[in-house]
């Protein structure tokens, strides 16, 4: 994927994207590079005649009509390409995120569409999570969202004194490779069943492994060198052994999800770490990077329907009332 234009801030993207008819040309780039394929299922036939209007097509074998946009979760939105850049634009390049009234102000839609528009990108942050595994030094820790620990006040959300119940609260797993990249999951419970899965996907065996003494841990030596610190006794940095790369992403996402959004209903809690997950990895990257990333992941992965598995917008509407704007 190769970056097409470089933006440094919004009057640049706004002053480059002028029209539609040219973010139209910037997604048929991303997505098709030269060669338009059929974009329906059991198609993808690369025959097809462009329209004179410069926005349909028309595919060779299956008959059928259609824009860049079929396909993509812009697929039956009514929202302006441009419209949709800025928000992506927006979304990405805010290091905590942004939430839909400042969306709604940024852009001027109504906040139910900034809502719709940001619930839509977030669904694609996902796809950009490597999968390659880590390496070299490795922490591993877990942690707790969620429920009514975002009502307390903060000196009660300290980690450890709230159980490993997960009745009002979801268990998040992270693995970080110090300097690189990092994963995070949301899991069932902080048992060894849930916990030990997690590193030994997405961690090199024989790499260093730094976890807390936390039971779930356990028996993870024989796969990696495997130390552990020892919180019970005081004793946080040990020589190099320390999680701290890992709780510092910790407090990253709480602090994103409890100043921006407030509060999330656990059934989206996967998409927020993945927003987040995706700010960390490409913390090094340029704006334009990320911009283009998160357009090549919605252009060509997956619909919003197949993301969601079911696309219709009343259930969406349902959905909007967990967030309680
Ligand atoms: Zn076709």
Redesign the pocket.
Known sequence: MVALQKFTNLMQLFSYFKDEQTCRNYLETIRWNGTVT???AD???DK?FKFSNGKVYK??????Q?SVRVGTIFEDSKISLQKWFAAIYLITAHKKGISSLQLHRDLGVTQKTAWFMLHRVRHTFGLSTGTEKLTGIVEADETFMGGKESNKHKHKQTEGTQGRSVKTKSAVAGIIERGGELRAKKIESTNGYNLKPFVVKNVEFGSELMTDEWLGYKGLAQLFKHSFVKHNEGQYVSNNCHTNSMEGFWSLLKRGVNGIYHSISQKHLQQYIDEFVFRYNTRKATETYRFDTMLNNISTHLTYKQLTNAGNNRKMEAEQGAFGF
């Open positions: 059929c974009p329906y198609c993808g036939h097809v595919c060779a074998k299956c008959r059928k259609f």
